[in-house]
């Protein structure tokens, strides 16, 4: 386990990163900026040392790069709200509208670029939390809320992320990892020859604008959004089917078979380097985004990013649950303390 400078924050804060590593030589690298996944290294079947996750060098580079969200815990909310608008116990509450009039993963004040404090490092768990205080109204949601995230590295090359919160208030609690996975290494470009499997048989599609759920709930059966078996990702990636051009690909929440528990959601593979992703979720949904808008720019070691170049499996409640009807509402109440398990686990096959 080792602590060094990445850099400074927005308000020239010292940024650390925390480096766990397991001994099999796979190794996690965190920022306190944002509590956000820097790297993930792991063999190939060659043995090669491949970093899976898309990234910068230093915290200036996600500064300068917000609106991707590269590796970044989302909060207090992760995805959409529709008109930037929540009603809780009565009282409607006005967030930022930062997209189409929408709230997306809580604004500009939300948890993924602001600086955490590292609580814990405990060796014996090969583990690091965080914390962040977020105040009352700060995101535009009520109550003060005290979050914690705990990342473990396992022997088994599992990431193990759990969520904590408690607030004084009623309020919304839905936090996920905005990892961008590329097993072919984060400068392996294009993602579409990956295979991915989905633990789901259903999704939420959303209304022609603005990627909010019509409150649907659909059978994937028959449409591009069927992975219920492995498939090729770029298979149908450029299908006509309404879903997939109005995000210009797989940009869309699907509902898992969880039932509350800790079980599968997604596996992708690449059959070039080996490595499978097995990633587990408690989360009633999971949304799964190609990398659509990434635009052309560089990442950690020059490497230029773009479009399509990662795959993110964030795990979560629906987005806009809080206004739909019929869809599981991220609630916390006052003195409860929320907590959810994400696992995103490395073998070569």
């Not at 490092?121 to 109204?137: C, G, H, R």
Request: aromatic share 10%; charged share 25%; net charge negative.
């Amino acid at each position: 386990m080792r602590r060094e400078s990445f850099g400074k924050d927005q308000l020239g804060n010292d940024v650390e990163l925390i480096t766990l590593e397991n001994t099999n030589g796979t190794e996690v690298k965190i920022s306190t900026l944002g509590a956000t996944v820097v790297s993930f290294i792991c063999k190939d079947k060659n043995g090669i040392m491949r970093d899976v996750v898309l990234g910068y060098d230093d915290a200036s580079g996600y500064l300068k790069n917000r609106t991707y969200h590269f590796g970044a815990t989302i909060g207090r909310n992760a995805n959409r709200i529709s008109n930037a608008r929540v009603t809780i116990n009565g009282v409607e509450y006005q967030l930022e509208p930062n997209i189409e009039g929408n709230n997306l993963h809580s604004g500009s004040n939300g948890v993924s670029h602001r600086l955490w404090k590292t609580a814990e490092l405990n060796e014996k768990e090969n583990s690091v939390s965080f914390t962040f205080f977020s105040a009352d109204l700060e995101q535009g949601f009520p109550g003060n809320m005290d979050i914690k995230v705990t990342f473990q590295l396992t022997e088994e090359n599992a990431l193990v992320i759990t969520y904590e919160a408690v607030s004084d208030k009623d309020t919304i609690a839905n936090f996920t990892n905005h990892s961008y996975f590329n097993l072919a290494g984060h400068d392996g470009g294009y993602i579409g020859s990956h295979k991915m499997k989905l633990y789901a048989k259903e999704f939420t599609p959303m209304a022609p604008t603005g990627s909010i759920p019509s409150g649907e709930i659909r059978s994937v059966k028959g449409t591009p959004l069927d992975f219920t078996e492995f498939k090729v990702i770029d298979q149908e990636i450029n299908s006509d089917y309404e879903q997939i051009t109005n995000v210009k690909g797989y940009d869309h929440n699907f509902v898992l078979d969880n039932n509350g528990k800790l079980e599968l959601m997604a596996e992708v593979l690449c059959e070039e380097t080996g490595i499978h992703l097995y990633a587990y979720t408690d989360c009633p949904g999971v949304q799964v985004y190609t990398g659509n808008y990434i635009d052309e720019h560089k990442g950690k070691n020059g490497v230029v990013y773009g479009e399509r170049h990662a795959v993110c499996l964030e795990s979560q409640y629906f987005p806009d649950a809080c206004n739909k009807p019929g869809f599981k509402v991220p609630l916390l109440r006052a003195g409860d303390t929320y907590h959810s398990v994400t696992v995103y686990r490395l073998e070569v096959d």
